[in-house]
């Protein structure tokens, strides 16, 4: 018992780890298509699921089929002909639950997506709980939550009513077998071929035959309701992971793409895109909202794999370096910071694996985060509660820029991080992106006309395709949309209330 539930549970552990590890390494693209509540259910409820199957279901299902199969050999060495009066319903029990299968799996897809529709909203309404009551729509979620909620119940009893017909039709057919053996041996009785002792004893045999079979039946149709995580689990397995060679001797840090073309859900998003971002400058992509510029920045650091084309970083294709090595090159600063529940001196330390505490502190000190720091309670150890809820949307930028900064890595990624900041955070922000960007090859995703006005190239977006790229006195002096937009936000920037 022991060293069976002891095999099971360690297999499990060796799962979970293994899903986690598969789940680093698959593209961004998976993720779009799975959301977190999902994912969370595949790693915990459906390994459950499975975990169950193999430690209760599977060991029962083996032994009961060994017990009876023994007692049926017996049975039809006493008796042949009473032996296929018991046993005949067995057999087509069966045949009509494994009929039910494939009604089985659909309901239990049925259940499980019901069930992740209610994870869904009620993770929703948690993590947009402020602007629910700001807008005064707390009913509105709550009657959300409860139609979903009356569907999963609907669903749920469907499925379980309409699996517990067929397992129950089995178990009545197999009983059929007490009235064919009665009948049977009364016939042979009346023919003299046998006694009623030996009718008698297949009765009591009967119950200690139909029993597990009966369990059994339950069993399987548990089974083919498990198909559904098994399905989901070999999803995660099956989808390719990014990979390529781990050693990477990059010849300089440009960053070169030629004729890059990049779709997402069947939708063209990046067309016949080409530019360098040199090492030691600041290349700009500026243009409206949807026009390309983020997918850029992530397919420069394989976050995503292109359709056609090539991405080079150091006159490397980057399709042939493992993900994992090409980051190492990359220090990403993004508008939204992701920050864990952990201590301020964890959060910068995963820029660099293995740093010291000297090394975080003087990349806090680098990204003006010293200020604020001292003023927590605990400084460098406080905790700053999920996703840096306890630090201002300035503070946590600069944390960000202090883990960058720590990883000191020679290519730097930057979405505008000071455009929704005010004067003063924004003054210390860029003081800290100064020190960060200093002699790297930069790649900058522009909201403001005027903060790429010393950028050393600007490659403008427009519908996935580079309307036009040049420094920025060229674009102003072509005229061009740069030049339109620079006007437009100059215009909006001398707007006031009244």
């Not at 680093?24 to 999902?38: C, E, I, M």
């Not at 119940?153 to 039709?169: L, P, S």
């Not at 990046?270 to 090492?279: G, I, P, Q, R, Y």
């Not at 004067?423 to 960007?437: D, F, H, M, P």
Request: hydrophobic letters at 45%; a neutral charge; glycine letters at 8%.
């Amino acid at each position: 018992y022991r060293a069976t539930y002891g095999l099971v549970y360690g297999e499990v552990k060796t799962m979970r780890i293994g899903l986690a590890e598969r789940l680093r390494k698959l593209p961004l693209g998976f993720f779009g298509k799975r959301d977190l509540a999902d994912l969370t259910e595949t790693i915990m409820g459906d390994v459950n699921r499975m975990e169950h199957v193999w430690s209760h279901v599977l060991g029962y299902l083996y032994g009961s089929f060994i017990s009876t199969g023994i007692i049926a050999v017996m049975l039809f060495i006493y008796d042949w002909r009473l032996a296929i009066a018991v046993l005949w319903g067995v057999p087509v029990a069966f045949i009509l639950l494994f009929g039910s299968k494939k009604m089985s799996e659909r309901n239990a897809e049925k259940t499980k997506r019901a069930s992740l529709d209610v994870s869904d909203e009620i993770q929703e309404t948690l993590e947009n709980i402020r602007e629910i009551r700001a807008t005064n729509q707390e009913e509105i979620y709550i009657e959300r939550l409860d139609k979903k909620i009356d569907r999963q119940e609907y669903v749920m009893k469907h499925g379980e009513f309409a699996t517990g017909i067929f397992v129950n039709a089995a178990s009545v057919i197999m009983r059929l077998g007490v009235a064919t053996t009665i009948l049977t041996g009364a016939e042979l009785i009346l023919h003299s071929r046998i006694d009623f002792m030996v009718l008698f004893m297949f009765l009591l045999v009967i119950t200690r035959v139909y029993a597990p079979f009966d369990q059994s039946l339950a069993l399987i149709a548990e089974l083919f309701l498990s198909q559904v995580s098994a399905n989901r689990l070999t999803e995660i397995y099956e989808t390719p992971v990014a990979a390529g060679r781990e050693v990477f001797s990059p010849i300089g840090n440009d960053i070169v793409f030629k004729n890059v073309n990049f779709a997402y859900d069947n939708k063209d998003v990046l067309k016949n895109v080409s530019f360098t971002a040199k090492e030691g400058e600041v290349t700009a992509l500026v243009g409206p909202s949807g026009s390309g510029k983020s997918t850029v920045a992530r397919l420069a650091a394989r976050l995503w794999d292109i359709e056609s084309g090539t991405i080079t970083v150091g006159s490397t294709d980057i399709s042939k370096i493992d993900p994992e090595v090409l980051l190492g090159k990359f220090s990403m600063v993004f508008q939204d910071v992701v920050l864990f529940d952990d201590t301020v001196m964890e959060n910068i330390r995963l820029g660099k694996h293995g740093a010291t505490d000297e090394e975080v502190i003087k990349a806090a000190k680098a990204a003006n985060c010293e200020e604020f720091i001292k003023r927590l309670p605990n400084g460098y150890a406080t905790q700053i509660g999920e996703n840096g809820a306890k630090l201002s949307g300035g503070e946590r930028q600069r944390i960000s820029i202090a883990r960058a900064l720590l990883k000191d890595a020679p290519i730097v990624l930057l979405d505008e991080a000071t455009a929704s900041l005010d004067v003063e955070n924004e003054t210390k922000v860029q003081g800290a992106l100064s020190r960060l960007l200093a002699g790297k090859t930069v790649l900058v995703i522009a909201h403001r006309m005027r903060t790429v006005a010393a950028a050393d190239k600007i490659v403008v977006l427009a519908d996935g395709k580079i309307a036009e790229q040049g420094t920025p006195n060229e674009l102003m002096n072509k005229n061009g949309m740069y030049a339109h937009m620079a006007r437009l936000q100059n215009e909006s920037g001398k707007w006031s209330i009244a």
